[in-house]
């Protein structure tokens, strides 16, 4: 086989591959456009003409600018609440560790192990009682708190491979160790926050159980706007489509814009 | 690097004598985690000894262990936990192989690499509800789904994925919405793979397998053990595919730990009964952070 | 950390300049269904005629719904001022003493016009707890062009036998018409409520009169046996994940021949924009088997006002707007007349308008008028309801016995077998909630 027969079937093969895994998006992403017989219609309909009856009846129905801004609100907040407090502790265990620093970070991680469902019931008393209930900072403190083992980790494996030499020559002469993070440190490990970053903001984005679960109105997230149009009575699921695809486009772009930036970040230690 | 490792002599020599006071930008963190636990951890283990119903409110009382023996007693127990070892290792494997072939693969020049790297990594971003109900409704539906449509095409009856194979049905959804995350960190470390080591492989003849079986894959398996590690985590708490799909059935087919929890404190609204569930999970939870942590981090460190 | 703040602080600067603008708010948890939707979309109505109530909805799916309203209510959080709530819930929520009851209604709300059934169901110690929004009994729904071509005919009251030779003859699996769909979807409230009528009516029940489950007695076996026959041999593929809205769409699209399910689904079925039958479809009585009793249910979404809420009066308004003949009038002009919310008043049944374009409108009202959640089984029973049971520890019953009867009818699991666990897990359950002692 010659290379250029060769690449081209490799060609072939990566792109019929791409779109195999696309495509439950991409024909949830046609659904929406169709009329709700078109979108049940055996054989599928491929030729259809565009509507947006959907995408107008989504709006009436609920309120999406609050959705998203509370989105947008609970997983940036959350993710830049995480990196506050994981960013210090992350540097303190990478540079000045100690014999108890692996048994921490795998107790921090172990909090993540635990179904939620557990203890919904004492969070929701909790939260009742601390007028936390259907509140933005109610599920930014727990998304904070959720993630916060894993930005951890992340953000330790990559300030370890931080050559310390490179601090070691820009360290001016007593510095604290606070005058390093920030002088030194940060600007070096940009990249490791950023993409360490954008998984939090991912992963507080998709995250579902809570959000229906703490909020229902005024702090709900998209999660729940989802949650009003799956499964009701009748034809639902051009409707359905259409709210899914608002729910996802914004994180979709985003992870999108920032795919170089998360295939060179997302080491978690292990490339070298 | 080394993970977990607790000491660094050969890179960090000069700090490990410095007397440096760590504790202020470390506590916070512990501090906040150690709230967050141990808090709703205590309030559980108190709901597990007493009586709590919801929806009872009347019927309290310290109960010792009877909500325990309950639980014990419970087939589903059991079964839930045999279906959450199926689900997170069958997970698992197809995410590893499919994460490291993807990787092999969309590391190759091609016309439109980008694009088709964007196209692979999409499924990690979009709500797990949402890929959930794409693939219930649009794809696996045994009467308006795409694939019975296809089915039909070729002259066989439609699979009826939710009640004949239940679990495989949620396992090719999980895994849908993983590869891509595998996929992701497998070809960042694909990437750092020495293109001088590989000519020198080539050079002295090794065909495109053994370069993959004795090059590429040792490479990866520090990538690997970090996929295995933070799957695991985000696995076996897996709840909302399950929710949208099958609801833990029929049956109990796919009833994993985490829905059997939501089941007995959600559906049933039996408080007590639902956190000596959890208090279980809490249990199982360290048991595998202990146990997967300590394999993962020797591989990583003997890499 | 700043950022964050900042979001949170503009987030609740912006809901706090909401809330001093309207006077009150009024939170409305309410489920996806057709009505509520058109009820959202009228309630600018009621805005301007309260400027100084503002409603704020949310509207969930049913499951998730239930699971939110729930929580909320038993932990008495105050998060929602209106509650969607299902008649088995209003009288035990009521004695638990969560509920606001409705009293002193104004004269032209009319109270003595709502369905008597209905109203007795939502009343506890002889007190309104939940003002009815619609209310359903169930019945048999087939296609008039499929009975035509082969030559069936309907009688006004079919039996179960009847029901097993017609989907014989009809299904065609090749022309993708399928005999007979029934709900398989498990869930109290799903498979459990359609089976429960089928199992009373097939002469058995849920307990016996020391509250002991009756699931391992012939008559389950007589009455689950058929069902799951009727909808492996003739029903359509991946019937145990269809609930009501499943199976809706799937009749309304032309798939099926005969369905036994909620009543509501006539006004949906006979709308030609949801529905490619609307001009074939059928009804008739629920089919019977040993017993006419209990063979069809009565279920009712209502909207009641929890104590824990902080506006109660204004919640109050808007409830009773909300089930008011003038509602109903609002609807019939808006939205057309198939559309009202039917089952609860005796004035819409009266109104010409209604029953002109309603042909169902008779059949429903004298089902729901005969649905007698006191008299519904063969034998006594301890319990009221017909296919559920009026006990708090009948959801978590209900829903593994649902899920068991799921398994057998995907092929999981033996009938027998599926039955006695069921006994057994529902023994344990009672047991553990102290009954029988």
Redesign the interface.
């Known amino acids: 086989m010659s290379d250029s027969r060769q ?1 081209l079937w ?2 072939i ?3 019929t ?3 195999l ?2 495509f ?2 991409f ?2 992403a046609l ?1 929406s456009f169709k009329t709700e ?1 078109e979108a ?1 219609s ?3 309909s491929l030729f259809f003409v565009p509507t947006l009856d959907n995408f107008t009846e989504v709006f ?3 309120n999406y600018a609050r959705f998203v ?2 989105s947008i ?1 609970v997983s ?3 993710t ?2 995480a990196l ?3 960013v ?2 992350a ?3 990478a ?5 108890r ?2 048994s ?3 107790w ?19 939260f ?1 009682n601390l007028s936390l ?5 109610g599920l ?1 403190i727990i998304y ?2 959720i993630n ?3 930005v ?1 980790w992340m953000l ?2 990559y300030f ?2 931080v ?3 490179i601090l ?1 020559a820009g360290r001016v002469d007593g510095a604290k ?2 005058q390093e ?1 920030f002088l030194l440190l940060i600007p070096l490990a940009v990249p490791g926050i950023a993409s360490t970053g954008l998984l939090s903001v ?1 992963l507080s ?2 995250e ?2 809570w959000s ?2 703490l909020a ?5 997230p ?3 706007f ?12 051009a409707k ?2 259409a709210a ?1 695809l608002m ?2 486009a914004p ?2 772009i ?3 814009m920032s ?1 170089r930036q ?11 | 690097m080394t993970t977990l490792a607790p000491t660094h002599p050969a890179t960090k020599p000069a700090r490990k004598n410095r007397e440096v006071d760590t504790r202020p930008l470390l506590w916070p963190s512990i501090a906040v985690l150690f709230l967050w636990m141990i808090v709703p951890l205590a309030m559980t283990l108190y709901f597990s000894v007493i009586r709590y119903n919801l929806l009872s409110p009347d019927l309290t009382g310290f109960v010792g262990l009877e909500n325990y023996a309950f639980l014990f007693d419970d087939p589903a127990l059991w079964t839930s936990l045999w279906n959450t070892l199926v689900l997170v290792g069958s997970v698992l494997i197809i995410t590893v192989v499919f994460g490291t072939l993807f990787a092999v693969l969309y590391n190759q020049e091609f016309p439109g690499r980008g694009v088709a790297r964007l196209l692979v990594i999409a499924p990690f971003f979009v709500m797990p509800t949402v890929s959930a109900l794409v693939w219930k409704n649009m794809m696996m539906h045994p009467v308006y789904g795409l694939i019975a449509w296809l089915q039909s095409l070729l002259g066989i009856q439609p699979t009826d994925w939710f009640s004949n194979y239940p679990m495989l049905a949620v396992i090719i959804i999980i895994a849908w919405q993983w590869v891509p995350f595998a996929f992701l960190i497998l070809l960042t470390a694909i990437q750092s793979l020495d293109t001088e080591q590989k000519e020198a492989a080539r050079i002295d003849g090794a065909g495109p397998l053994a370069m993959f079986f004795y090059i590429t894959l040792p490479h990866l398996s520090r990538a690997i053990s970090v996929v295995i590690m933070i799957e695991t985590i985000f696995l076996l708490t897996i709840f909302a595919e399950i929710y949208v799909t099958t609801a833990g059935g029929p049956g109990t087919a796919t009833t994993n730990l985490a829905w059997l929890i939501y089941s007995v404190g959600l559906l049933q609204f039996d408080v007590g009964y639902a956190s000596a569930g959890g208090i279980i999970a809490v249990v199982l939870a360290n048991i595998v952070a202990i146990f997967l942590v300590r394999t993962v981090s020797r591989n990583l460190q003997q890499a | 950390m700043k950022l964050s703040t900042l979001a949170t602080w503009v987030t609740v600067s912006l809901s706090s300049i909401a809330a001093a603008q309207a006077t009150t708010t009024v939170t409305i948890g309410t489920v996806n269904n057709g009505d509520m939707i058109i009820m959202q979309k009228l309630s600018s109505e009621f805005e301007k005629q309260n400027p100084d109530i503002k409603l704020d909805w949310v509207v969930l799916e049913e499951n998730v719904l239930r699971q939110r309203i729930t929580t909320d209510i038993a932990t008495k959080s105050g998060q929602f001022d209106v509650a969607t709530v299902g008649i088995y819930e209003v009288p035990i929520w009521a004695k638990q003493g969560w509920l606001k009851p409705l009293e002193n209604l104004p004269a032209d709300y009319d109270e003595s016009d709502l369905l008597k059934t209905v109203r007795e169901g939502l009343s506890y110690e002889g007190k309104l707890y939940a003002a009815p929004f619609y209310a359903e009994s169930s019945m048999l729904f087939y296609r008039t062009d499929l009975f035509q071509k082969a030559g069936l005919s309907m009688p006004e009251q079919p039996t179960w036998e009847n029901v097993k030779e017609w989907a014989a003859k009809l299904t065609d699996k090749a022309g993708d018409v399928y005999g007979i769909c029934l709900r398989g979807k498990p869930g109290w409230g799903e498979n459990m409520a359609f089976l429960s009528s089928m199992i009373n009516t097939y002469g058995g029940q849920w307990f016996d009169m020391k509250w002991q489950p009756t699931i391992d007695t012939p008559e389950w076996k007589a009455a689950i046996g058929d069902y799951v026959e009727l909808l492996n041999k003739y029903g359509p593929p991946g019937a145990a994940a269809n609930g009501f809205n499943e199976t809706l769409t799937l009749f309304a699209n032309g798939k099926c021949a005969m369905w036994v399910d909620a009543t509501v689904a006539a006004g949906l079925l006979y709308n030609p924009k949801e529905s490619k039958v609307a001009d074939k479809v059928g009804f008739a009585q629920a089919p019977i088997a040993k017993t006419p009793k209990g063979s069809h249910w009565l279920w009712s979404w209502t909207l009641a006002i929890p104590l824990s809420s902080d506006a109660q009066e204004a919640a109050q308004k808007f409830v009773l707007w909300a089930t008011s003949k003038s509602y109903i009038q609002l609807v019939g002009e808006k939205d057309g007349w198939t559309s009202v919310p039917p089952g609860t008043r005796t004035s819409t049944y009266e109104n010409p308008k209604y029953t002109e374009v309603a042909p169902f409108a008779k059949p429903v009202l004298e089902a729901i008028e005969t649905a007698n959640p006191t008299d519904q089984t063969l034998n006594p029973r301890p319990y009221i309801g017909i296919q559920y049971v009026g006990i708090p520890e009948f959801q978590a019953i209900g829903t593994q016995v649902g899920q068991s009867i799921a398994a057998v009818l995907s092929g999981q699991m033996p009938l027998e077998q599926a039955l006695k666990s069921a006994q057994a897990s529902a023994a344990r359950t009672m047991r553990q909630a102290g009954y029988g002692k």
């Open positions: 690449k490799l060609t093969l990566a792109w591959i791409a779109l895994v696309f439950p998006i024909w949830m659904t017989t049940i055996t054989p599928p009436a129905r609920s801004w509370n609100a940036f907040g959350s830049l609440l506050a407090f994981a210090p502790a540097y303190a265990m540079f000045f560790p100690t014999k620093t692996p921490i970070l795998l921090m991680l172990s909090t993540k192990m635990m179904p939620p469902v557990g203890v919904l019931i004492p969070i929701y008393l909790l009742k209930l259907d509140t933005v900072t930014l904070t708190l916060l083992p894993i951890v330790y494996t370890k491979d050559p310390g030499e070691e160790p606070m993070l991912i984005w998709n579902a159980f229906l679960n229902s109105s005024n702090g709900a998209l999660t729940a989802i949650a009003s149009f799956s499964s009701p009575q009748g034809l639902f699921w359905l489509s899914s729910a996802i994180i979709l985003v992870g999108w795919q998360l295939v060179s970040g997302l080491t978690f230690g292990a490339v070298k």
